[in-house]
Nanobody, 123 residues
Framework: QVQLVESGGGSVQAGGSLRLSCTIS????????MAWFRQAPGKNREGVAS???????MYADFTKGRLTISQDSAKRTLYLQMNNLKPEDTAMYYC?????????????????WGLGTQVTVPS
C-alpha cells in the first residue's frame, strides 16, 4: 500500500517561494506516475504538475514557468518548487500517485493521495 505525506506548506508573501515535499512509502517511485494537485476553497481540485516514471513532465498552463516538479528516487521524495507566488496560488496542495508510465493531470486517474499541505499567499 502506497502512503504519501506532504510537507513544506506555509504562509509566504506574494513574490516569495516555497518548496513542497512528498515522501512516498510502500513502493518505489519507478513504478508510478506522480503529481501535485491543488484545491482552493469553493473550487474544484485541479492538476498542477506531473512527472512520469522516466522523468518526463507535464504542467498546467497557469504555472507559466513558476513551478517545477522533480523527484529524488533515492530519497523517495517528490518536490514542487514554487517561485513568484501569487495570492491565487493559495490552496491545499496534494501529492498523488498512480500506477502508470507517462505524466497526467486528471485527478480521477490517481489511486493514492496524501492529506495535503496548505499554502497561503496573502493579498
Amino acid at each position: 500500500q502506497v502512503q504519501l505525506v506532504e510537507s513544506g506548506g506555509g504562509s509566504v508573501q506574494a513574490g516569495g517561494s516555497l518548496r513542497l515535499s512528498c515522501t512516498i512509502s510502500g513502493d518505489t517511485l519507478g513504478s508510478y506516475t506522480m503529481a501535485w494537485f491543488r484545491q482552493a476553497p469553493g473550487k474544484n481540485r485541479e492538476g498542477v504538475a506531473s512527472i512520469g516514471a522516466i522523468g518526463n513532465t507535464m504542467y498546467a498552463d497557469f504555472t507559466k514557468g513558476r513551478l517545477t516538479i522533480s523527484q529524488d528516487s533515492a530519497k523517495r521524495t517528490l518536490y514542487l518548487q514554487m517561485n513568484n507566488l501569487k495570492p491565487e496560488d493559495t490552496a491545499m496542495y496534494y501529492c498523488a500517485a498512480m500506477r502508470g508510465y507517462g505524466p497526467a493531470l486528471r485527478a480521477s486517474l490517481f489511486q493514492y493521495w496524501g492529506l495535503g499541505t496548505q499554502v497561503t499567499v496573502p493579498s
